[in-house]
């Protein structure tokens, strides 16, 4: 029996012989095959595919979320009382950054102060319409004036005055004392009874008492001031 011989009995093939090479590669291949079979990899990447479909998913209705808020239908000047007809609702997408009011509080807007100068077309924020507030350091006085007593042009709110002193007649002596220095917080309008014009100033608190004694004597009148 040859050398060769003994090798084929005891099932041993040397590099090289027919058919080894093919053997090697079939048992490379199944171990590659068994890694990619491993389950812990399979669970990881169908945990992987779920949190890309949530995250798409999220991202898409981020995308398209739409929300109804308060737009302005008319231009309102501040200190003006807003009405029903001057607010309108619109449909908006994802704003960041943007403060609105939700279209639900639209009834809960109406009567109230304009606080800033809101023109047509305008997306109030949550602070834009409430009650007007008025510093810590000035008082907020009503003044009843004869027509010739404030000018007849517009006196928008946050119009810069001045309140002389003046004579109720033409005979009586003008009070002494200097301008004072105001600032209109609701506009100019005719009294019910005519002939007289009403309208909400405010000054120094160490002025306020002045300012309603000589409006109540009728010996006050509003003068605008000259812009810079």
Do not use: W
């Not at 291949?29 to 990619?36: C, E, G, Q, S």
């Not at 998913?57 to 739409?66: P, V």
């Amino acid at each position: 029996m040859t050398i060769t011989q003994r090798r084929l009995r005891g099932g041993v093939e040397q590099p090289g012989e027919p058919g080894s090479g093919e053997r090697f590669g079939s048992r490379a291949a199944d171990v590659r095959l068994r890694a990619r079979r491993s389950p812990r990899l399979i669970a990881v990447g169908i945990l992987l595919a779920c949190l890309g479909g949530l995250g798409g998913a999220a991202l898409l209705s981020s995308s398209t979320h739409t929300s109804s808020v308060v737009v302005m239908a008319r231009s309102v000047a501040r200190g003006d009382t807003v009405r029903a007809t001057d607010l309108g609702v619109v449909t908006i997408g994802p704003a960041p950054g943007v403060l609105t009011i939700p279209s639900a509080q639209l009834s809960q807007l109406v009567g109230r102060s304009a606080r800033v100068d809101l023109p047509e077309g305008s997306l109030p924020g949550p602070a834009a319409i409430g009650e007007l507030t008025v510093p810590a350091d000035y008082s907020q006085l009503g003044l009843k004036l004869e027509a010739g007593h404030v000018p007849v042009s517009d006196l928008p709110p946050g119009t810069a005055v001045r309140l002389v002193p003046v004579s109720a007649t033409a005979s009586d002596p003008a009070p002494d004392g200097n301008p004072i220095s105001a600032v209109v917080v609701t506009s100019p309008q005719s009294s019910e009874s005519g002939g007289s014009v009403v309208l909400d100033v405010a000054v120094r608190a160490d002025q306020a008492v002045t300012v309603a004694r000589l409006a109540a004597r009728g010996q006050l009148a509003v003068v605008r001031e000259g812009r810079q």
